[in-house]
Nanobody
Framework: ARLVESGGGLVQPGGSLRLSCAASGFTFSGYYMSWVRQAPGKGLEWVSSIHTGAGSTYYVDSVKGRFTISKDNAKDTVYLQMNSLSTEDTAVYYC???????????????????????WGQGTQVTVSS
């Protein structure tokens, strides 16, 4: 099983990017699919999640209104549309998949790698003028 992220790159402040996470080797339905990022010199930060069955979505406060998570179950792919990017969004963005209430509870989802079953290799997003 694997998760493959794509779509990262260099963008100016205020710009947009769309990240993709293609899943393979496991049954896509029934998982929480998350985006977790790590800025230079900092720890992991959970960004957003979506349940591939129910479609429930979750966002960290700092990206609400700017980022949109979505899924295409026919393609086993999750997307993260990122608008109004700022330098503070610069990070490696990881895609992760996990099942169970310990992954997402209330309005927040897990950050730690140990909470997820699958973890991607990451894609770099750099916001700079």
């Amino acid at each position: 099983a694997r998760l493959v992220e794509s779509g990262g790159g260099l963008v100016q402040p205020g710009g947009s990017l769309r990240l993709s996470c293609a899943a393979s080797g496991f049954t896509f339905s029934g998982y929480y699919m998350s985006w977790v990022r790590q800025a230079p010199g900092k720890g992991l930060e959970w960004v957003s999640s979506i349940h591939t069955g129910a479609g429930s979505t979750y966002y960290v406060d700092s990206v609400k209104g700017r980022f949109t998570i979505s899924k295409d179950n026919a393609k086993d792919t999750v997307y993260l549309q990122m608008n109004s990017l700022s330098t503070e969004d610069t990070a490696v963005y990881y895609c992760a998949a996990g099942r169970g209430v310990h992954v997402c509870s209330g309005v927040y989802c897990a950050t730690d790698r140990d909470e997820y079953t699958y973890w991607g290799q990451g894609t770099q997003v750099t916001v700079s003028s």
